[in-house]
Each structure stands twice: as structure tokens, then as C-alpha cells.
T-cell receptor, first 110, second 113 residues
Framework: AQRVTQPEKLLSVFKGAPVELKCNYSYSGSPELFWYVQYSRQRLQLLLRHISRESIKGFTADLNKGETSFHLKKPFAQEEDSAMYYCALSGRNAGNMLTFGGGTRLMVKP | ETGVTQSPTHLIKTRGQQVTLRCSSQSGHNTVSWYQQALGQGPQFIFQYYREEENGRGNFPPRFSGLQFPNYSSELNVNALELDDSALYLC????????????FGSGTRLTVV
């Protein structure tokens, strides 16, 4: 069975500091990995997906199949990055459903 | 209309009752998924519909059922409500099943008393 683990419930950093939100997964096969973000009073929205290899709002994430990780990184955090971040996994073996981690709340202090 | 809309936004029901939650998917999106999000947890997959047929189901009992209609709307029905069913229910749509990313609605907050 697939599983997504986000070990940190809360991550607090100062503005301008680097950020790394951890995500580890278990899955038999080739997964598709996503990061979703939920800003205060807004709906859950897709931030990025590994297949696109893109950088959104300065965030990047690299799929490491050896370590089964998909950590989200940003070199310089901004106050507007404060939000709830969810890592999610999908794949053919999973019936194409999204499996979410428990989420990490990122707080960026001024 | 673009985006995913859900109704109602809030709902209070009594244990044992039945509830229907509604979702209007983004135009052109043939896939709709429903998720349950308990307080402090990530969303949990309930089931997915593609072209009006269920094509995936999570670890939820049969009293959770759904329908998808040709006009991109869908329903989540829950029978014999239990206190643990209290949660935020999210609807998400996608143009196809799988790895395209999903557009989420704002959710329906269900409270069972």
C-alpha cells in the first residue's frame, strides 16, 4: 500500500532563511509526486508536480527514488509562503488516487 | 463557469441521518474525486468517478456512495452518519484520471452531533 509521510507538523523559519519541507513515500512502482499548498482561508491548490520539473514561486522539489523522498525546497523564504503544505502521491498501482501526507505548517517570521 | 464549487459550505446533521453533498466540477473535467479531511490531518481519498462510473475507491465503507452526472456535477452521499464522519469533505476535478493534478473545491464542513 502507498503511504506519504511528512515528519514535521510545523516548520518555523525567519524571512530570508532557506526552507526544506520533508516528504517521504512508499510505493511499489513509479509514483507521481505532487506538492499542494493551502494558504489561509483559501482552497487547496497544486503547487508543483515532479513530472513537470518546474519551479513555482521559487519552490523546487526533486524526486529521489533511492531515498524515496520528494522534499520541497526554497532558498529564501518569504512571509507570503506561510501556509499549509501537503505532499501527495499518485500512480497506476494506486488506482490513480491521490494519497496525501499529514501536512506541514510553514510559518515564516519577519 | 471555471473552478470547482461545493455546496453547502457548512452542514450539521444528527447521528444516524443521511446527507448529500454536491460538487460542480470545472468545465471539461471528466474526473471527480472526493476526499475526507479530518481536523489536523491530510485529505483521505474516498472514491473517484470518471465519465459517470466509479473507477477507484479508498478505505471507506459502502455507506459512502457517489454519483457523477454528464453536466460535470457530482454528489457524495453518506448514510447512517456517525460522529467520526465529522470532517471537511473536498471535491476535486481533473481532465483525466491520474497524474494531471487536481483542482479542489473549498469543501463542505460536516458536523455530526
Amino acid at each position: 500500500a502507498q503511504r506519504v509521510t511528512q515528519p514535521e507538523k510545523l516548520l518555523s523559519v525567519f524571512k530570508g532563511a532557506p526552507v526544506e519541507l520533508k516528504c517521504n513515500y512508499s510505493y511499489s512502482g513509479s509514483p507521481e509526486l505532487f506538492w499542494y499548498v493551502q494558504y489561509s482561508r483559501q482552497r487547496l491548490q497544486l503547487l508543483l508536480r515532479h513530472i513537470s520539473r518546474e519551479s513555482i514561486k521559487g519552490f523546487t522539489a526533486d524526486l529521489n527514488k533511492g531515498e524515496t523522498s520528494f522534499h520541497l525546497k526554497k532558498p529564501f523564504a518569504q512571509e507570503e509562503d506561510s501556509a499549509m503544505y501537503y505532499c501527495a502521491l499518485s500512480g497506476r498501482n494506486a488506482g490513480n488516487m491521490l494519497t496525501f501526507g499529514g501536512g506541514t505548517r510553514l510559518m515564516v517570521k519577519p | 463557469e471555471t473552478g470547482v464549487t461545493q455546496s453547502p459550505t457548512h452542514l450539521i446533521k444528527t447521528r444516524g441521518q443521511q446527507v448529500t453533498l454536491r460538487c460542480s466540477s470545472q468545465s471539461g473535467h471528466n474526473t471527480v474525486s472526493w476526499y475526507q479531511q479530518a481536523l489536523g490531518q491530510g485529505p483521505q481519498f474516498i472514491f473517484q468517478y470518471y465519465r459517470e462510473e466509479e473507477n477507484g475507491r479508498g478505505n471507506f465503507p459502502p455507506r459512502f456512495s457517489g454519483l457523477q452526472f454528464p453536466n460535470y456535477s457530482s454528489e457524495l452521499n453518506v448514510n447512517a452518519l456517525e460522529l467520526d464522519d465529522s470532517a471537511l469533505y473536498l471535491c476535486a476535478s481533473s481532465p483525466l484520471p491520474g497524474n494531471y493534478g487536481y483542482t479542489f473545491g473549498s469543501g463542505t464542513r460536516l458536523t455530526v452531533v
